[in-house]
């Protein structure tokens, strides 16, 4: 088997994706419409010749799950969620800082009385982590450009990949995700903590227990501050140098998958719908490029950086049963966070941030009080109200594990509510919720975005990654 080639992290804005993207920029303005035609894929690619879809692919089940981590930043929380479940086992570690390995290796060791082997110092230690032979999920939590060769190479080599957001930056990368997990018949989910908040559970239950009546529209971002304050800033710190280098590739939204990940698992998006085209707009630039003054940030490593993404980034998008849904980012404003989260409905209208919800008068829902008196134009479950609402009415998942995440931590819990449920399913032999097909679907809305606003916010189609299998694909069940 030949050796891959895979990015250097000194070299990435070489990489092939990062050029396409820089050369769709620069295109964009005289050209858009040879631009359109040029960079996106409006016929479905064939799946090629021995693969098959895995949205209901089922794998032995395993009495442990030994998994491996890449990546101990972010991967800090996957360590935290493994080493809390008995019938999982990290085997091993992997991250180019060997202090930041030795420190987690500890911690597992302290929590499970096993020390992990370690994989450091160099920027393709981490190939024989995945080359091993006892290891059933490679967790990728590296910086974005190394997610896509990290996951095909893990599922070539017979172990499951769970990536982080993005999983791809292109669609072309996203298409290589799909094939290969198809091809190598490995699952492939995107590590989406936020369609794991107890809230969005929640949302998640009472649509598919039908509250709201028919589903027509979804709102979502992911809205952080993440300027911090002089002259400590965030986003000028040098170990967020490759994040940063995002801003001066694209026009879209860098990070789409928190806003639509939960909306996505309300609709039912791969099951019974999917999204079909999206227009975007972009505010001007200005946020980094203040802040860069502001800060004093060293202008000798950033000077040359000339920042490209809009501040605001709104993106609107079409499904193929005609619902709307919009999402949003923008990190350098000063305002609250927000994921909005909201859903509408026939019959009841949910919005985050905070949590509220509006339920017409003529609902009668079983799990409502029939003798409620409620009014459409006001908020009927909000505050202590809601609360109780919501607690008297959790997610499966929720009375399964919610404890335990609460505990754990991370997010809030979300991240050891994912991860429990997604290593379980391996345990299993189950499908996770989330396969692939949304990985790719919810990643490729970077390049989508990015080719809209390039091109004067022209219509921009997103890539049926199920190559028509949504259509008829039933629902999730709320939990298996």
């Not at 060997?98 to 992990?116: F, M």
Request: glycine share 8%; with cysteine.
């Amino acid at each position: 088997m030949d050796r891959p080639v895979h990015p250097s992290r000194r070299d990435f804005l070489k990489m092939a994706p990062f050029a396409a993207l820089g050369a769709a920029s620069a295109e964009a303005a005289p050209d858009p419409r040879g631009l359109l035609g040029a960079r996106t894929q409006t016929a479905t690619p064939a799946r090629p010749t021995g693969s098959r879809p895995v949205w209901d692919l089922t794998t032995e089940p395993v009495q442990k799950v030994r998994v491996g981590i890449i990546g101990l930043n972010r991967g800090r929380a996957h360590v935290n969620s493994c080493v809390a479940l008995p019938w999982v086992e990290v085997k091993a570690l992997c991250d180019i800082k060997e202090d930041v390995a030795k420190a987690q290796a500890e911690a597992v060791r302290k929590r499970t009385g096993k020390s992990p082997d370690l994989y450091v110092g160099s920027e393709d230690a981490w190939e024989k982590l995945v080359a091993r032979d006892d290891i059933d999920v490679v967790y990728v939590a590296t910086p974005w450009e190394w997610h896509k060769p990290m996951a095909v190479r893990a599922m070539e080599l017979g172990k499951h990949a769970f990536v982080e957001v993005n999983c791809g930056i292109t669609v072309k990368e996203c298409w290589e995700l799909v094939d290969a997990s198809e091809k190598y018949g490995r699952h492939c989910p995107i590590l989406e903590n936020c369609a794991y908040g107890e809230e969005e559970l929640f949302v998640r239950r009472m649509a598919a227990e039908g509250l709201f009546g028919d589903l027509k529209h979804a709102e979502g971002a992911y809205i952080h501050d993440q300027r911090g304050t002089a002259p400590d800033s965030t986003f000028f710190r040098p170990q967020r140098d490759w994040r940063r280098k995002y801003h001066t590739l694209i026009d879209g939204n860098p990070y789409p998958t928190h806003a639509i990940g939960p909306l996505a698992t309300y609709l039912g998006l791969g099951r019974g719908d999917v999204m079909t085209r999206a227009v975007s707009v972009s505010s001007p630039e200005i946020g980094l490029s203040q802040l860069r003054e502001k800060t004093g940030a060293d202008r000798t490593r950033t000077a040359g950086e000339r920042f490209t993404c809009g501040d605001m980034n709104t993106t609107l998008i079409k499904t193929a049963l005609g619902r709307s849904i919009v999402i949003q980012h923008d990190n350098t404003s000063p305002r609250p966070y927000s994921r909005i989260n909201a859903l509408c409905g026939t019959e009841a209208t949910f919005f985050g941030y905070p949590a509220r919800l509006a339920i017409d008068s003529g609902n009668r829902h079983p799990l409502l009080d029939p003798n409620e008196k409620r009014n459409s134009h006001a908020w009927t479950y909000e505050g202590d109200r809601l609360k109780k609402f919501m607690q008297a009415n959790p997610h499966p998942l929720v009375k399964l594990a919610g404890e335990d995440a609460r505990k754990v931590g991370g997010h809030g819990g979300m991240d050891h509510l994912m991860n429990f449920r997604f290593l379980d399913c391996i345990r299993r032999g189950l499908t996770p919720d989330m396969t692939v097909y949304d990985a790719a679907a919810w990643s490729c809305l970077l390049e989508v975005s990015h080719l809209s606003v390039t091109s004067g916010s022209m219509p921009v189609e997103i890539p049926d990654f199920t190559r028509g299998g949504w259509k008829t694909l039933p629902p999730l069940p709320l939990i298996t």
